[in-house]
Structures are given as C-alpha cells and as structure tokens.
C-alpha cells in the first residue's frame, strides 16, 4: 500500500482500478490542519489526465507492471512494431497508447515497455533525448532583452521552441515528456 505522501513524480498507483502515473506533486500544510496531497496525473489506459486532492492519509494500491525491454522496428498505419530481442516475437502497439513519444523513438533502438495485467500501458522513455533541428529561421538581432524562442522543425518531425542562437543543423535536448527544448546538447 502507498500512502498518499509518498507520491511523488513517475509514481504508478491505482486508483478506481485504474492504473495511473503521477506527472506532478505539491504537497501543501495550512496551520493546524491536516497536510493535503495535490497531483496531476495521467490514466496510463486511456491517456486523460486529471487532477487530484488528497488526505495525507489516503492509502493506494501499487501498480504492478512489468517492464520488457522490447527493440523498436518501424511504424506503420497507425501502429508501432516492437520486438522482443529474447523470443523474437513482434507485438503492434496502436499509436493512442504511444502518443506524443513515438516521434522520439529510432529504428533498432531498445525501449522498455510497461505491461499492466498483459496489456500494454506506456513506454518507460529517458527524460530527455538529443535530436537534430533539420529546418530553422536564421536567428535576428536586435532587441533581446527577454528569452526570444522561434519555432524549429527536428529531423524527427517534431516542433519545437528554440533560443535565436539555435542554428539547422545543431543537436539539442528535449524534454520527452513535454516535448520541449532543455538545452543545447
């Protein structure tokens, strides 16, 4: 059983027979009263997020999940082809259950995925991965007294905010689960 203060980020608890993953924790203390527990999380069967109070004291069930490390082969009509490097065999995940994570993944690159009562939840992806900016505007001088960001295009299809220093052709990092730039790799 997890108590509802040992929540934290990336945690997997169930809640309504549901299994779910902690995306972001505050925990607050008002006086004399008792602490409150205040999450965001995303349901890892159907994708939504939603926000949750609890009592410090709220207990939860732990989400027993199996972690495959599984071998990404290709995409293709919707779907993503992953092989088990052990017995061989291939397994389809629909792209509604990868998401915003498959434009981070790369052919013949190892991957764990998080299997929950012989169903595939999600992918268990690196914090942050180095990509490429294939197209770019030229950055412009002038007044820059505040952080100034123009769009960038990487050679994996996603779209991202880039500092003016960023040039086509330089690797950054990004955020996979926010999709957005951390810092020049």
Known sequence: MLDAARLRNNT?????????????????????????????AKNLKSGVTRSFNFGANDKFEEVNVVKKKMQFLYSQDGSYVFMDPTSFEQQEIDSEIIGQMGKFLKEGEDVNVLFWQDEVLDLDMPASVDVEIAQTAPGVKGNSATNMFKPATTTNGLQVKVPLFIKQGEKIRVDTRTGEYIERA
Not at 15 to 25: A, M, Q, S, T
Not at 26 to 32: A, D, M, Y
């Open 12 to 40: 997997l608890f169930e809640y309504d027979k549901e299994p779910y993953r902690v995306l972001k924790f505050k925990h607050t203390h008002l006086g004399r009263g008792g602490a409150n527990i205040r999450i965001k």
